[in-house]
């Protein structure tokens, strides 16, 4: 299995986009994005599964959309139409046959 590497934050002005990108590569079970807001718990974004459903959160349906490119072995969030209330921390996560895994973290900001 590899460690998740993340890339792509950065800081948008409200109703911007920015696609993040995660490395991944092993026996995956599942995968997904988390983040977490300055003072608040990390909380799951969106989320995919092996065969490429993809769930997410309310607050950013229709805005966010996770997506996975085997052959690159990378999996994405793209955010259309952010807000500030987006601003956190986020974190790709991998769940390994073997173990789970998280990234070190990418640093999204939503300026209004």
């Known amino acids: 299995q590899v460690q998740p590497v993340e890339s792509g934050g950065g800081l948008v002005q409200t109703g911007g986009s920015l696609r993040l990108s995660c490395v991944v590569s092993?026996?995956?079970?599942?995968m997904g994005w988390y983040r977490q807001a300055p003072g608040k718990q990390r909380e799951l974004v969106a989320s995919m599964t092996v065969g490429g459903v993809g769930n997410y959160d309310d607050s950013v349906k229709g805005r966010f959309t996770i997506s996975r490119d085997s052959g690159k072995n990378t999996m994405y969030l793209q955010m259309n139409s952010l807000k500030p209330e987006d601003t956190g921390v986020y974190y790709c996560?991998?769940?390994?046959?073997?173990?789970?895994?998280w990234g070190q973290g990418t640093q999204v900001t939503v300026s209004s």
């Open positions: 996560y991998v769940l390994y046959k073997s173990a789970p895994a």
């Open positions: 092993g026996s995956i079970v599942t």
